[in-house]
Structure formats: C-alpha cells, structure tokens
C-alpha cells in the first residue's frame, strides 16, 4: 500500500490557499477555489480535492487563465443572470452571481444563471448543495474538454460532462446527486495512472479503439460514456444547453481553445434553481413531505442514497482530518515558496 500524510482540515485549507497564491492567483480566486478544493477533500471526492490544485497552477502557469479576472454579473432578464468569469476560474464567477440567482428564482419561480469565459476544474456538488441551502432545487450542468466517444463512436467528441442535482430536505442535508456522463470523471483515471493502478473495463478504449484497462491508454485514446446510448444523449444535452445556448464554447471548441497546452478546460456553466414554494404554494410542505416517503422507500430497504456517503465522510474528515498520498503531499509542497 502506497504511503499516506493525515492532515487536519484547517491545515487543507491553507494548502490550498498558500499554493494558489504562490501559484500567482489572486486573493479572492485562492480564497474561492480552496473552498471547493477543501470541500472535495473533506468528503473523500479524491478526483476533485487537494489534486486539482495541480492542474490549477498549471493552468495559469501555462498563460491561459486570468488569474486576477474579477467577474462581471449581469442582470440580463427577469428570471436570467449572466457572469463573465473573464477567463478567471469558476468558483469565484459562481459566488458572486449565486445570490442573484437565488433572489430570481424567489420572485419568478425559475431562474437560470449562465456563467460565462470560465475555466472549469471543480465538482458541481458544492454549489448545488449550497443553492439547496436556501430552500431551492438545483441543477448544474457544464462541458469539458473533449475527451469522450459518443455511444458506438471510438473518437472522442464530449467532455466528461457532469450534472448535479440538488433537492432541499426538512431535516438534514439535501438529497444530492453529482456525476460525469462518462463512465467516471477524467481526474480519477489520473489518479489511477499516478497510483500505478489498472482502471476497470468500461471506462475507455485506446487510441486504435480497443477497450483498455491501461490507464495512460484510456487517457491517450477515449474516455466511455455511462449508461451507452443514454449517457451519450445527455452528454450531448449538456455540451447544447451549457454551450450554444448560452453562447459558449462546446467540449471540442474548449478542446481547440487549449492549443494543446493541457490547460482547465475552459467554457460556460449553466446553473438552474427552482423554489418549491412559488411552484406549490400553500401545498409545498405537503409535497415536500411525498418526497421524503420516497427517500425513506430507497434507503428503508438497504439501498443508499447519493451523497450519503459523502456526508459520512464529511463526519470523519471533520472527526479525524484527512489522508492523502505522500506522493500527492510532496508535489503540493513542491508548489509552496522556499522558507
Ligand atoms: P461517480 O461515478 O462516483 O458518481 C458520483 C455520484 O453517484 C455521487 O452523487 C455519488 O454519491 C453517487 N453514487 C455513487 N455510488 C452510488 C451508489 N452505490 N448508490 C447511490 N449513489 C451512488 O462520480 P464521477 O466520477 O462521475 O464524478 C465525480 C466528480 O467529478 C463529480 O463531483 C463531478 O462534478 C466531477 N466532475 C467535474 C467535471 C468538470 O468538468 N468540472 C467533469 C467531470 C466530473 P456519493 O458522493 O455519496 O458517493
Ligand atoms: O475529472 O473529468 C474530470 C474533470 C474535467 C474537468 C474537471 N474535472
């Protein structure tokens, strides 16, 4: 077994803050991308935690990202908000429109936010989670790189693709789901390559279109989608509504952007928020109550429900702090300035 460092929490988050201002981004982008960061950590989402401060470094070193962009928000109709990210990273593009979203969706019911010229390197789950704190479902969705075959296809056209849901729950957490369209997020095949470990059949095929378990390979050839055919229709729903509709860059153009540097995929997001008590009224807490009947039926026979075991692990990272390969560790301290 390869060798672990246990970390406490607040020790992840200055990590992570540290190697982003060393890796020159600004203080309110090192503050907002350590949130997500330490927010995956914590949860045990080993693709999209301490990692990807890797790639986040990378990405400005390579002259590709902002790292100073201060995001634009736009009202731009009754129920839309626009945010320019202007070639900055996400998370901070996501903060400062979420509560104008938030305040739309309260007035009109339904409201979308489109973000805009981003670079986009983190899980959906964070920001679903955090709209469905204010009482409102959530959906989020955005494009990659292309990476991934369309079902029947071996050459790569979408990105991996994810879409996040979010529904609020009277007591406890919100029931939240968060996955890529392909079989498995890119940063998990990375992380097998890193560990020396083989990726499981059904993941990818290798650049002459023959299934592959070497992982360097899958990484070199096409990533799967999950489910087939239907993984590959939603993944092209969500290259459509999160590129053309809102006037942003697909998979492939995010791909051609690059220029081959192996920079964050850079590209829009759309964000959608729905409040249960416009749509219901008087009636929402007795609606609110059927979908807890539906949850107790999924769980009451043993089966679980997403993102229950992120929660667990939520408990045990704030209990006992987290662990991390040595090998991870020392590229992140490698990234610190010199004493
Ligand atoms: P998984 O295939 O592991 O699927 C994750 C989702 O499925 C989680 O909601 C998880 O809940 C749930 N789940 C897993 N197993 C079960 C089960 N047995 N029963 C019920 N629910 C289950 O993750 P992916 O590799 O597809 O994606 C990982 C992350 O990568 C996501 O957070 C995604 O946002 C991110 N990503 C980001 C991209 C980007 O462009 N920014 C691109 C692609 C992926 P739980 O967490 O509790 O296990
Ligand atoms: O893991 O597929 C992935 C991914 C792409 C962009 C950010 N994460």
């Known amino acids: 077994m390869s060798e672990e460092v246990t970390l406490p929490l607040d020790e992840v988050r200055r990590i992570s803050i ?11 982008h090192a503050q907002a991308i350590a949130s997500v960061v330490y927010a995956g950590q914590r949860d045990e989402c080993h693709s999209h935690g301490l990692y990807r401060l ?13 790292p100073d962009a201060v995001p634009e928000v736009v009202d731009h109709a009754p129920a839309i908000v626009r945010v320019d990210a202007r070639f900055g990273f996400s998370p901070l593009a996501f903060e400062r429109g979420r509560p104008l979203l938030v305040e739309k969706a ?17 899980a959906l789950w964070p920001e679903v989670e955090a709209i469905a704190a204010d009482g409102l479902v959530a959906l989020a969705m955005t494009p990659s790189h292309s990476w991934v075959a369309p079902a029947g296809g071996t050459k790569p ?6 879409i996040a849901f979010a529904w609020p729950r009277p007591d406890g957490p919100p029931f ?17 390559r890193r560990a020396g470990k083989p990726i499981p059949a059904g993941w990818a095929i290798d650049g002459e279109g023959h299934p592959t378990t070497d992982p360097a390979a899958a990484l070199a050839g096409a990533m799967l989608t999950f489910g087939g055919h239907k993984g590959s229709a ?5 290259e459509l509504m999160a590129g053309p509709l809102i006037g942003d860059m697909t998979s492939a153009e995010s791909m051609a952007f690059d220029e081959g540097v192996g920079a964050a995929p ?26 807890e009947t539906m949850f107790e039926s999924i769980v009451g026979q043993g089966a679980r429900l997403p993102s229950q075991r992120r929660y667990e692990a939520r408990e045990r990272s704030m209990a006992n702090g987290v662990r991390i390969p040595k090998a991870l560790y020392d590229d992140l301290q490698a990234l610190l300035p010199r004493p």
């Open 266 to 291: 850079c590209h829009g997001e759309l964000i959608l928020a729905f409040d249960p008590t416009v749509f219901l009224g008087a009636d929402a807490a007795r609606h609110v109550a059927r979908a």
């Open 18 to 28: 540290d190697v982003l201002k060393a890796g020159g981004l600004s203080g309110d």
């Open 176 to 192: 939240v789901f968060d996955f890529a369209t392909s079989a498995i997020a890119r940063g998990e095949i990375e992380l097998h």
């Open 157 to 162: 056209v979408f990105g991996t693709n994810p």
């Open 106 to 122: 309260r007035r009109t019911g339904l409201a979308a936010m489109a973000i805009n010229n981003c670079f986009h390197f983190s």
């Open 54 to 66: 890797l790639g986040c470094v990378r990405s400005v070193k390579e002259g590709k990202v902002d």
């Open 234 to 238: 939603l993944s092209a729903m969500i």
